[in-house]
């Protein structure tokens, strides 16, 4: 293990992390974790995308139970989603100015809701990316989705980038965001969610979100900022903005299997509770990303 190169810092400090079984095949996969950065990854990932990207996936059929992406498209005013989109949407606004010339770019948009509800409301530069089985389908949908021919033309001209649960999917996660850099405005704003590994650092294994079959890399707040850094960024920490009670509204009836809206959970104290979650598992303490005049990667650590 301690030859093993760190995939954010490039660092050897690397440790165990634990064994997590998969969902699909029920193979064991390893973790690792860098105690120069606090990056944590699974060591061999699943590389056959199409395979664990399928349909299957997208109706959650496949490696993760509780995505809900066809129902999510195919009925938008029902969806518990929809309490993300509109958390996603106050949030992105509390950080930056948005009007109808906001070119705004939904990276790893999935089935394209985010896109969808941006627009309703007045957004019209609003655009998807998103390489999955379930593209064709929110474009057949009407949603405004880019190749990845087109997105390679689109170099500095977004004022706004989201990515939301998209990193935890990537291998090479800085090359990720070396890419998002590129075609933000100096300036431009980049919003991300994904979990926070702190509060599991030593007992990863136990962390739900660990699924190791298409959750592959797993950040810390510091661990996040570093990378950005790398990839032409500058952090700041906005903390439990506007919105994220919606956000975290969401993922709490997600990860009860909750699918449409309902009467019992609209009565909740979701200011509340979302703020109790948040001080158990500090979703909020991400950073956001402003991208820098030059976004160049920087030297490594």
């Known amino acids: 293990m301690t030859d093993l190169v760190c995939r954010v810092c490039r660092a050897t400090a690397t440790v165990p992390a634990g064994v997590v079984k998969g969902r699909l095949g029920g193979g064991d996969f390893r973790l690792a974790h860098c105690t120069e950065c606090q990056f944590s990854f699974v060591i061999q990932p699943r590389t056959d995308y199409e395979t664990l990207y399928s349909a299957e996936y997208y109706q959650g059929q496949g490696a993760d139970p509780h995505v809900d992406y066809v129902f999510e498209l195919e009925h938008p005013e029902t969806t518990v989603r929809r309490y993300e989109w509109q958390g996603l949407y106050r949030a992105v606004a509390a950080l930056h100015p948005l009007d109808g010339r906001t070119r705004w ?147 709490v009836l997600k990860a009860l299997g909750v699918r449409k809206r309902a009467l019992w959970e609209r009565a909740v104290p979701w200011q509340w509770v979302a703020r109790i979650v948040d001080a158990r598992l500090a979703i909020t303490a991400h950073p956001a990303g402003r991208r820098s005049g030059d976004p160049a990667a920087e030297a490594s650590c």
């Open 105 to 251: 770019l939904d990276f790893g948009c999935g089935n394209g809701g985010l896109v969808r509800w941006a627009r309703a409301r007045g957004l019209a530069e609003v655009h998807g990316f998103e390489t999955g089985w379930i593209a064709d389908r929110a474009r057949a949908r009407g949603v405004p989705l880019l190749t990845e021919d087109e997105l390679a033309s689109h170099a500095n001209t977004f004022d706004v980038i989201t990515a939301i649960e998209v990193l935890e999917h990537i291998v090479e996660p800085v090359d990720a965001l070396k890419q998002i850099a590129r075609l933000l405005k100096p300036g431009g704003l980049l919003f991300v969610t994904t979990g926070n590994a702190r509060p599991f650092r030593g007992r990863l294994a136990g962390w739900r979100y660990v699924n190791p079959e298409v959750h592959v890399s797993f950040f810390e707040p510091e661990t996040l900022a570093r990378a950005m850094r790398m990839a032409g960024f500058d952090p700041t920490y906005p903390g439990f903005v506007d919105g994220f009670d919606q956000i975290i509204r969401f993922k």
